[in-house]
């Protein structure tokens, strides 16, 4: 390491464009490494399993003319025709899931309770939902057509029976068998005994503290909040879309009809997360080529300023690989001194992130791999310059000495 001597007597003599490069190194590694933390907790959001098949789910939403307009009679009507469909697997009437919008409530495992209520999402359902929704009943059963109530804006109806998500189940049943325990709604003595546990459902707001806790009613309820659920035979989907649409208004047509995909309605949930992913993504690979750039330019500097001394090293015996090897030796100091600083910076930035924007702590690994990265494009943006400067002529640089 007969180097070492010159390179760090050559960085003394440019310490500021050093320190420059080797501060945005730094910075870069604190900027990035924790924009790939919310980058990967955003994506594992967006992507993580529904619950539902929202690839073959379309929704369908009327808006009655008429202020006297029968509800009930209405969803009843239209579910038959609708499951009358070939292209239709099953039909249900509710609030969809993924689309910011529903019902919610604080519910116990013992009655008349206030305090320490876990939020849950309410699905109000008929015994269609779990095939509707494209669901996985674990344990228990559905429910039989018989336990479905009805009611309205201006009515209550209560359920004896209930059926919740794995994760509820495993909240409040964690060391026991759920099935027959009963439930409550927050400061409510009325049992709703479990019949039933489906594997998964965000519920309407998948990136609440409610998500995953939800729990489905028996009831048919008479409100303009509700739509139709409809689950789509595989590849019949988006032809779904235009049939709903007609036939809705063929059975009815003083209303207002909406039909939309679940996925589209899931997609305009998570717009802001998308977007969030793109922009930060956009922010590390600029940055990443700003740092490129900037090492890329000083070493051309630095070879244009050094020419003759580098002529005057072949002109001794120094070979190619010596003098790129010398180059990349100096920006591989750059860059380790610029990520131990930008090491500790990351953490000072991700606390202030955790601490007042709740976002997640940063991994060890996470940045091990951020700083390994920035090493590697370091050292290949300084790769081009280094051969350059490997070939230049002691013939030539010789001449005018």
Avoid at 47 to 65: C, Q, S, Y
Avoid at 132 to 149: D, H, P, S, W, Y
Avoid at 296 to 316: M, P, S
Wanted: overall charge neutral; proline content about 4%.
């Amino acid at each position: 390491m007969l180097e070492l001597r010159p390179i760090l007597s050559a960085l003394w003599r440019h310490k500021v464009s050093a320190l420059l490069i080797a501060l945005q190194l730094g910075l870069t590694l604190a900027v990035i490494s924790n924009a790939a933390v919310i980058v990967q907790e955003r994506i594992q959001q967006v992507t993580r399993p529904t619950g539902v098949a929202v690839a073959d789910i379309v929704t369908a939403h009327i808006a009655p003319v008429a202020k006297d307009y029968d509800l009930l009679q209405a969803f009843r009507l239209d579910l038959a025709m609708i499951r009358a469909l070939p292209e239709v697997v099953a039909a249900t009437v509710s609030r969809a899931p993924l689309t910011g919008s529903g019902s919610s409530s604080g519910v116990q495992a013992e009655p008349n309770r206030e305090v320490g209520a876990t939020p849950a999402a309410i699905f109000m359902v008929d015994e269609h939902f779990i095939d509707a929704l494209g669901m996985q009943l674990v344990a228990g059963r559905t429910f039989a057509a018989e336990e479905i109530g009805e009611a309205s804006e201006t009515t209550s109806w209560r359920s004896n029976t209930v059926i919740i998500t794995q994760q509820l189940a495993d909240k409040f049943f964690a060391n026991t068998q759920a099935l027959g325990k009963a439930i409550y709604f927050s400061g409510e003595d009325n049992p709703m005994e479990v019949v039933g546990i489906v594997a998964r459902n965000l519920g309407p707001w998948p990136n609440s503290t409610r998500a995953g806790n939800a729990i489905f009613l028996p009831i048919l309820m008479d409100t303009q909040k509700h739509d139709f659920i409809v689950r789509a035979a595989p590849g019949q989907r988006d032809g779904l879309v235009k049939l709903l649409e007609e036939k809705l208004a063929e059975r009815d047509s003083e209303r207002v009809i909406t039909v939309k995909t679940l996925e589209e309605q899931k997609n305009r949930y998570y717009a802001g997360d998308n977007t969030l992913i793109t922009m930060l993504s956009g922010v590390v690979g600029l940055l990443t080529f700003i740092v490129a750039l900037g090492i890329i330019g000083l070493t051309v500097f630095w070879v244009a300023q050094r020419q003759k001394q580098i002529g005057v090293r072949r002109a001794l015996g120094a070979n190619r690989s010596t003098i790129c090897r010398y180059f990349l030796l100096e920006n591989l100091m750059i860059a380790t001194t610029g990520i131990s600083f930008g090491v500790a910076a990351a953490q000072i930035f991700n606390h202030f992130l955790v601490s007042a924007f709740n976002q997640p702590p940063l991994p060890p690994a996470t940045v091990a791999s951020c700083a390994l990265a920035l090493v590697l494009i370091s050292l290949v943006a300084a790769l081009i310059p280094s051969l350059r400067a490997a070939n230049i002529s002691p013939a030539t640089v010789t001449r005018s000495l």
